[in-house]
């Protein structure tokens, strides 16, 4: 199975400021036939389900605010939030989907400082 | 609007079965493949097993694999989770989620997902 990481495991910024988490797989989740990355972010909230953020790495899920980005390619990659809004306090998972079983990292919780 | 509606869940003794239910609606269910996605109390999330949209396909997590069946009826938007000999360890919020698609193609990765129901496994 591919492992994913995250760091820091929490984090606390200040309103407007940025936020960046980063992930990392055990191998590359790169597939270079279509040059896409199969990694996905999903942000989740005190006592909701996940929500799709971003996947291919980099493409926003549509209604998702422009201010969360991602980036990275093949074992290394970053959410960044531009300008940390209070509705943004959640935990944001990375997951990989390049093999079966699809596995999470273990999540970065984000607060305000 | 698109909703996942998950129900079955409850208190269940070690060795025991339960099945859990997935009721869509405000899109095509048949046309997408479907997941279970498991949390455990204050942890990280753990897939648990996928549908193809025709059902011709299943997969299944280690973990479950052997003990849990995935299944879905199409006829009545509904997805299923029939789980036996559960374990202390199964008790988590189950959710269930639509894999995200283009055309023909899908991938595991959940862009839709219920509310969830709690299973506990407890004597």
């Known amino acids: 199975d591919i492992v994913m990481t995250q760091s820091p495991d929490s984090l606390a910024v200040s309103l407007g400021e940025r936020a960046s988490i980063n992930c990392k797989s055990s191998?590359?989740?790169?597939?270079?036939?279509?040059?896409?990355?199969?990694l996905a972010w999903y942000q989740q909230k005190p006592g909701q389900p996940p929500k799709l953020l971003i996947y291919?790495?980099?493409t926003r899920e549509s209604g998702v605010p422009d201010r969360f980005s991602g980036s990275g390619s093949g074992t290394d990659f970053t959410l960044t939030i531009s300008s940390l809004q209070a509705e943004d306090v959640a935990v944001y998972y990375c997951?990989?989907?390049?093999?079966?079983?699809?596995?999470f990292g273990p999540g970065t919780t984000v607060d305000i400082k | 609007e698109v909703q996942l509606l998950e129900s079955g869940g409850g208190l269940v003794q070690p060795g025991g079965s339960l099945r859990l239910s997935c009721g869509a609606s405000?899109?095509?269910?048949?046309?997408?493949?479907m997941s279970w996605v498991r949390q455990a109390p204050g942890k990280g999330l753990e897939w648990v097993s996928a549908?193809?949209?025709?059902?011709?396909?299943?997969y299944y997590g280690d973990s479950v694999k052997g003990r849990f069946t995935i299944s879905r009826d199409n006829s009545k938007n509904t997805l299923y989770l029939q789980m036996n000999r559960l374990r202390a360890e199964d008790t988590a919020v189950y959710y269930c989620?639509?894999?995200?698609?283009?055309?023909?193609?899908?991938?595991?990765?959940?862009?839709?997902w219920g509310q969830g129901t709690m299973v506990t496994v407890s004597s």
């Open positions: 989620a639509k894999l995200n698609s283009e055309g023909n193609n899908w991938w595991f990765a959940f862009d839709i």
């Open positions: 405000g899109f095509t269910f048949s046309g997408y493949a």
């Open positions: 549908i193809s949209g025709s059902s011709g396909s299943t």
């Open positions: 191998q590359s989740v790169l597939y270079s036939s279509n040059n896409k990355n199969y």
């Open positions: 291919w790495a980099s």
């Open positions: 997951q990989q989907y390049y093999n079966t079983p699809p596995t």
